[in-house]
Each structure stands twice: as C-alpha cells, then as structure tokens.
C-alpha cells in the first residue's frame, strides 16, 4: 500500500482530523497549539531521523512561529505552506488553518514536498502489546515506561504508546529487547 513517507508536523487535533479525511492514512506530530514541549521537541527530531519530517503550520503569526522553532530543532525538515487565502474557512470568523483549507489546495502544499514509499512495515496491534505485557499486565505501565525510556518513544499511555510504535516504525527486534531486558531485571538502567 502507498502511503506519505514523512510524519506531518501539524499545531492541533482538527489538523491531524482534515489530514486524514483528505488524504487517508498519514501521521502526525500535534504541537498542540503555540506551546512546543521539549517531549514534542524530541519526538520531531526522532521522527526526522526514522522517516522525515514535513512541517505544515497554519499561516498566521502562531504558525509562523512554530515553524521557525520546529526548523531550529530539524533544519534539515521538508516545509509544506498554505496561502492565508486557502486556509480561510466558507463563514469567516476571524480564524484561519489548515482545518478550513479545500482538499485541492491541501494536497497542492503537500505534492511539492512528500514522498511516496510502500508501506511495508508490519503495524503493531493490541494483541502485541498484550503478548509483550505492555498492557492488560499488573506492571504494564512501569514497562511501557522502561520500554519507552530505551527506545526513545517516551512514556504515554498504552493507546498512545501503539501509535508511537508504529508511527515511529520500531523494529520488533528491538521491541522485544527492550522488554526482555526488562523482565531480566534491568530497571535501573535508564539508558
């Protein structure tokens, strides 16, 4: 199946949402807004190193903002722009992003900067994570943590530590020597 190479930095939920319904089944980093949280700052950088990074900010001051501060943490960063005209929704309120853009003129931002790759990775599914005791497990959330913490995914919750998984593509080998090197007892290494 093709699918977009890179993950798609974008500020909130509603652009993740209008990706989606646009272009089917692409990843996303949230900013979550103007604030940008060293644990969002280290997760743009892994996904840059794993698959590439495609910035994609609405075209207002915020956004503008964000985009400069994402390129200081990954220069090397594809950048996809959306004119103010195209992010205006039909009832001007006054807001402006991505949410309110037409599918043309999204799919016009992105053409210029993505990759098409076949998705060849196997994703990981729950029963996974209930097979390598990372959820459904009385100390799951401890080796989600420890796991997180090896693998450089960082700690969530179980759904969101799935999404991460497959999001960042993490080979099963290393998923599974991460959980064994917990279960022999490991813990106190945080490396």
Known sequence: MKKI???????GKSDTSRLRDCLGDVDTIETNGSALSDETKIRIKQAQ????????????FNGNRLRTIISKVVPDA?????????????????????????????????DAVYTVTEDNFEKYTNNDMIALKLIGDGDSKQRREYVGRQLKVGYTNAKQFL???????????????????YDKG???DTK
């Not at 190193?49 to 207002?60: A, L, M």
């Not at 205006?88 to 931002?109: F, N, Q, R």
């Not at 999404?163 to 090197?181: F, G, H, T, Y």
Request: cysteine-free; charged content about 35%; glycine content about 4%.
């Open 78 to 110: 594809k950048q996809a722009f959306l004119p103010r005209e195209e992010a205006v929704p039909k009832k001007s309120d006054g807001s402006l992003g991505i949410e309110h853009a037409k599918d043309a003129d999204i799919k016009k931002a992105l």
């Open 49 to 60: 190193d794993k698959r590439g990074v495609i910035i994609f900010t609405d075209p207002d």
């Open 5 to 11: 190479k890179e993950i798609i930095v974008v500020e």
């Open 186 to 188: 490991s813990t106190n």
């Open 163 to 181: 999404n991460r998984l497959n999001m960042l593509q993490v080979d099963p080998e290393q998923l599974r020597d991460a959980v064994n090197k």
